[in-house]
């Protein structure tokens, strides 16, 4: 049984860099048929997929997202980590990691982290 958790600040000030890292347990990140991606939610614009990372280390962004996005992993700790440069009070939302598809990521959000709140406030 794959586990997700998010970590990381839950406070961030406007022009810095959110910064989340997500542990896994039960289920490799690397050599896998699946993805691990980052999903956010606010009231305003809801569900918003962010970006994955593949089991190779490939990673692919959300258009309206992709300039200020990186996605990141550390194989020797099984984590991936998300970062958000040039933050504004618009990015506060709660971010969670989720397990997608490696063939095609979206589909099968099956397993997610609980999801942590990050505001972005001065």
């Known amino acids: 049984q794959v586990q997700l958790q998010e970590s990381g600040p839950g406070l961030v000030k406007p022009s810095q860099t959110l910064s989340l890292t997500c542990t896994v347990s039960?289920?490799?990140?690397?050599?896998?048929?699946?993805?691990w991606s980052w999903i956010r939610q606010s009231p305003g614009k809801g569900l918003e997929w962010m970006g994955v990372i593949s089991y190779d280390g490939s990673t692919y962004y959300s258009p309206s997202l992709k300039s200020r996005t990186s996605i990141s992993r550390d194989t020797s700790k099984n984590q991936f980590s998300l970062q958000l440069t040039s933050v504004t009070p618009e990015d506060t939302a709660v971010y969670y990691c989720?397990?997608?598809?490696?063939?095609?990521?979206?589909?099968?959000?099956?397993?997610w982290g609980q999801g942590t709140q990050v505001t972005v406030s001065s």
């Open positions: 989720v397990r997608t598809s490696g063939r095609d990521y979206s589909v099968e959000y099956y397993y």
């Open positions: 039960g289920g490799s990140i690397t050599n896998s048929i699946y993805a």
